[in-house]
């Protein structure tokens, strides 16, 4: 499949917990996606994240949820339900293999902070995400300058940092704070409906 321009299809994959999005998300994915031409920014929710087994985790359909309804009218930006469909823990290698059957002629991008970068090889099949992606390496408070181990392929962009955390979100909400403008508008509203984070994260 080709891209805007004729060319290699290029899909973005930023995965999270997303528990619940918020603007900062948001606002890298799509700064990734301009910086580097994308045709598509997948994010990517987490079915059952494997990082987070010490806390509870939002069902991960109110998660898509959220992250669907923050991208519906965002050009370029798609909620992925690939996890959940594959269902268990959510292991990035195995994600990107099943993108790459479903596109084969596509390349893939992931979307990875500082942080995570410098310990990718703590992860599960880490010769498997060399060879199917490219990194992108964005920047976060605490991990500038961070590099992914020998063998990644990656390009390093900036993007603005803005220091809201989903915990810091559940924190608000369960103190009984507002979160308008640290989540798109949609978000809010569910986590209202549905009653989220009422008690401490």
């Not at 596109?103 to 942080?115: I, K, Q």
């Not at 403008?181 to 994260?201: C, F, K, N, Q, T």
Request: aromatic residues 6%; proline residues 5%; hydrophobic residues 45%.
């Amino acid at each position: 499949m080709t891209g805007r321009d004729g060319s290699r299809k290029s899909i973005g994959v930023y995965g999270g917990t997303f528990d619940p999005v918020h603007i900062g998300h948001l606002v890298t994915g799509m700064s990734v996606r301009h910086a580097l031409g994308l045709d598509v920014m997948l994010f990517m929710v987490a079915n059952d994240p494997w990082q987070k087994a010490d806390r509870d985790v939002t069902d991960a359909r109110l998660r898509l949820e959220m992250v669907a309804a923050s991208v519906a009218d965002v050009e370029g930006a798609e909620a992925s339900d690939l996890e959940l469909e594959l269902g268990g823990a959510s292991y990035t290698a195995q994600t990107l293999g099943v993108l790459a059957e479903r596109e084969p002629d596509a390349a893939l991008w992931l979307v990875v902070g500082g942080d995570q970068a410098a310990n990718l090889h703590t992860w599960k099949e880490v010769a498997r995400i060399q060879d199917l992606a490219t990194l992108v390496v964005v920047d976060r408070p605490g991990s500038e300058g961070c590099d992914p181990p020998d063998g990644f392929r990656y390009e390093r962009v900036a993007v603005p940092l803005l220091e809201v955390s989903s915990s810091q979100v559940r924190d608000r909400v369960a103190a009984g704070a507002p979160i308008n403008w640290l989540v798109p508008d949609p978000v809010v509203r569910i986590v209202a409906e549905r009653h989220l984070y009422r008690s401490p994260a």
